[in-house]
């Protein structure tokens, strides 16, 4: 089934997902601000490199799991 212009949120470029709509922006700045904050709060406080990663990569893993999720539900 075609979904009509004014459904979809986001387009799919090059393997990944791109807003298209008012409502994907809506989505897209705080994804971005969320994993811009989780680096911005890691290299704040004094980790080890190892802890970083441990802090870093599961957020940003589940949270592009769900921006995924959307955008392909929405595209």
């Given at each position: 089934?075609k979904k009509h212009?004014?459904?979809?949120?986001?387009?799919?470029?090059?393997?990944?997902?791109?807003?298209?709509?008012?409502?994907?922006?809506?989505?897209?700045?705080?994804?971005?601000?969320?994993?811009?904050?989780?680096?911005?709060?890691?290299?704040?406080?004094?980790?080890?490199?190892?802890?970083?990663v441990?802090?870093?990569?599961?957020?940003?893993?589940?949270?592009?799991a769900?921006m995924?999720?959307?955008?392909?539900?929405?595209?």
């Amino acid at each position: 089934m075609k979904k009509h212009n004014h459904d979809v949120w986001f387009r799919k470029v090059r393997g990944s997902y791109l807003p298209c709509s008012w409502q994907g922006w809506l989505l897209y700045i705080p994804y971005t601000a969320y994993i811009l904050g989780i680096v911005a709060y890691v290299t704040a406080h004094d980790y080890d490199k190892l802890l970083s990663v441990f802090l870093v990569v599961p957020n940003w893993v589940a949270a592009l799991a769900v921006m995924t999720w959307i955008a392909k539900a929405k595209s």
